[in-house]
């Protein structure tokens, strides 16, 4: 079992970069893949950026590609996000999420595991 713990949020202007990290416990950590999903106003929660155990693969959203870079470090149970180039309608909340096992169908919210309680991300244009 992990308990994700999201920190980073702020409220950045449209270009700038922001850095969000997820402290997960638990001595299990590297048996799960982790997530970034996130969820704007009167939206439906959506994927973001997904990450294998080990760290060699990754997945992005198309919204998202070349602009978001996921990364883990399985020795101090961590998942960052870095966020370069923003854009408004990069606003949401932003919850860390862990899923037992491989990538999979990572897209997908309900097939995730465990979740943090998330961190807001404001971007002005």
């Known amino acids: 079992q992990v308990q994700p713990v999201e920190s980073g949020g702020g409220l950045v202007q449209a270009g700038d970069s922001l850095r969000l990290s997820c402290a997960a416990s638990g001595r299990t950590f590297s048996s799960y893949a982790m997530a970034w999903f996130r969820q704007a106003p009167a939206k439906e929660r959506e994927f973001v950026a997904a990450v294998s155990r080990s760290g060699s693969s990754t997945r992005y959203a198309d919204s998202v590609k070349g602009r978001f870079t996921i990364s883990r470090d399985n020795a101090k149970n961590t998942v960052n996000l870095q966020m370069n180039s923003l854009k408004p309608e990069d606003t949401g909340v932003y919850y860390c999420?862990?899923?037992?096992?491989?990538?999979?169908?990572?897209?997908?919210?309900?097939?995730?595991?465990?979740w943090g309680k998330g961190t807001l991300v404001t971007v002005s244009s």
């Open positions: 999420a862990a899923r037992s096992g491989g990538l999979g169908n990572i897209y997908a919210a309900d097939g995730m595991d465990y």
